[in-house]
């Protein structure tokens, strides 16, 4: 059966489209706790975390259906937290002798790092095979939301033959929150738009994109701790105050160290520039058209900034969410 993308109808059209999930999905959903989120349908739990029936199916085919190659990146992120950015920094990095990041036909000038570096749950099974964004056939490069606990086993198990590597990314909660809400009411994830009061609640409770957002973040942290080899642990605050730092630390645990050459002759820098917010939001790809789900590209680029959300959130609102961030991180060594 075809389950996989309509790529005439919006993505909140398509969640409700009888032939959209296999009847097996279906029955798994029909078992779920179901909740109204952000998402135009249900959110559904599942494994402890909140999802859109098109996330979940995402977690469930790779549960099933992937098979890694010896070198796979994944990069996950809770959603929001600079995804996009990432994205085409690590593209850039892996790909870097093929395209130097100068390069006048650099693929990032004419593909979205959404294309590039395609989001599990957007794909069909069928397609991971075809995914091909790395210039070493054994790498591939994919992006996700899926808690740690609920990635197959062999993205984190040692005893197994695959070196697969995960770079972890989040972001400041208040940031993070401000973001998603934006992000809601820009590609109309609802019918109609919701309200900052609303949304607060929800994220609050975990009803989510893949909330509790805390959790998520804490499994990761945790991972990274016990298998640093395996899980790097990234923040987006970090990227932006200090990012040749992070570059060349992300260079080192993917094992593509850059050269003296390399230092000396400003790529670094040159990959900075090529993926900066000023660069990427103008690029004719990243301000126009839309995604196979019918997001518009631009709908990933707002403005980027550290500390936004302070803007947006009342006196209240930001001290309730410092306090559940330091109840959940609580003797975990990790604070925002
Ligand atoms: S998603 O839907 O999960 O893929 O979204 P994600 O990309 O994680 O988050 C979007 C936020 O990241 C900002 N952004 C960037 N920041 C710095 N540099 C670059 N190149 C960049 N691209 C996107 C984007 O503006 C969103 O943050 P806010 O705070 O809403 O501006």
């Known amino acids: 059966m075809y389950y996989g993308p309509i790529m005439d109808q919006p993505l909140h059209q398509q969640v409700n489209d009888e032939n959209f999930h296999s009847q097996e ?20 739990q599942y494994q402890g975390f ?23 990146i994944f990069l996950v992120t809770a959603p929001k ?29 004419s593909k979205t790092p959404h294309q590039l570096v395609p989001f599990f749950e957007t794909l069909d099974p069928s397609e991971y095979d075809a995914v091909c964004n790395s210039s070493d056939s054994r790498t591939r490069i994919f992006a996700t939301h899926i808690p740690v606990d609920s990635l197959p086993r062999f993205f984190t198990d040692d005893s197994t033959s695959s070196n697969c590597k995960i770079v972890y990314l989040c972001r400041d909660i208040k940031d993070n929150f401000v973001s998603l809400f934006h992000f809601a009411n820009k590609v109309n ?7 900052l009061a609303d949304a607060f609640e929800l994220f609050c409770k975990g009803i989510s994109a893949v909330g509790p957002i805390w959790d998520q973040i804490l499994g990761y942290w945790k991972e990274s701790l016990e298998k640093p080899h395996k899980v790097l642990f990234m923040r987006y605050e970090e990227m932006t105050n200090e990012p040749r730092f992070q570059l060349r630390r992300l260079a080192h645990f993917l094992g593509k160290p850059f ?33 196979k789900h019918g997001i518009s590209n631009s709908s990933f680029f707002r403005n980027g900034l550290v500390g936004d959300g302070k803007k947006y959130l009342t006196a209240d609102m930001a001290s309730r969410l410092d306090q559940i961030t330091e109840e959940k991180f609580h003797g975990s060594g990790l604070s925002f």
């Open 259 to 291: 050269s003296l050459e390399e230092e000396n002759t400003g790529v670094l820098d040159q990959i900075i520039s090529l993926c900066s917010f000023d660069t990427m939001s103008k690029l004719e790809v990243n301000s126009t058209g839309i995604l």
């Open 50 to 72: 909140w999802y859109s029936p098109l996330a979940l199916r995402g977690v469930t085919n790779c549960q099933k259906h992937f098979h890694p190659r010896e070198n796979d």
């Open 81 to 109: 937290s600079g995804t996009t950015w990432l994205k085409a920094i690590l593209y850039t990095l892996i790909n870097r002798e093929a395209y130097p990041p100068q390069t006048p036909s650099h693929p990032l000038l």
């Open 189 to 195: 994830m609802r019918p109609s738009p919701i309200s």
């Open 25 to 44: 999905f279906k029955d798994l959903l029909s078992s779920l706790p179901k909740e109204r989120g952000l998402a135009p349908t249900y959110s559904y």
